[in-house]
């Protein structure tokens, strides 16, 4: 799913505009940036949590040379899903709300039979 996609679904299931729908999404993620940067976690019910981890520099070698090189401290992140999303996740494939159509085999071939 895309950003665009995203849009999209706001316009369609929320009746706004185009431009009102851009701009929510990219507030949402300019936001979302923002405190991440700023170091701070955050948690939406029901989808998971990103979290800040810091990396403390450490000595690294040159696999190909041997040669000593210091590695600087940094932050990484990391995305937990929540129980709810890793839950719809696994579901077996027969509870899927969605058809494979792609595969004749499977669903509706669109030849009436």
């Not at 431009?19 to 701070?40: H, N």
């Not at 040669?67 to 996740?89: C, N, S």
């Amino acid at each position: 799913m895309l950003k665009s996609d995203l849009i999209n679904i706001l316009v369609t299931k929320r009746g706004v505009t185009q431009k009102q729908a851009e701009a929510t999404v990219e507030t949402i993620f300019e936001s979302m940036k923002e405190a991440l940067c700023r170091g701070e976690n955050i948690e939406i019910r029901g989808l998971g949590a990103f979290h800040v981890k810091n990396y403390q520099g450490y000595q690294g070698r040159n696999p190909k040379t041997g040669q000593v090189i210091p590695v600087k401290p940094k932050r990484g992140l990391l995305f937990r899903t929540g129980k709810e999303l890793r839950d719809r996740v696994n579901r077996p494939a027969a509870q899927s709300a969605q058809p494979d159509l792609s595969d004749p085999s499977k669903g509706n071939s669109g030849t009436g039979t």
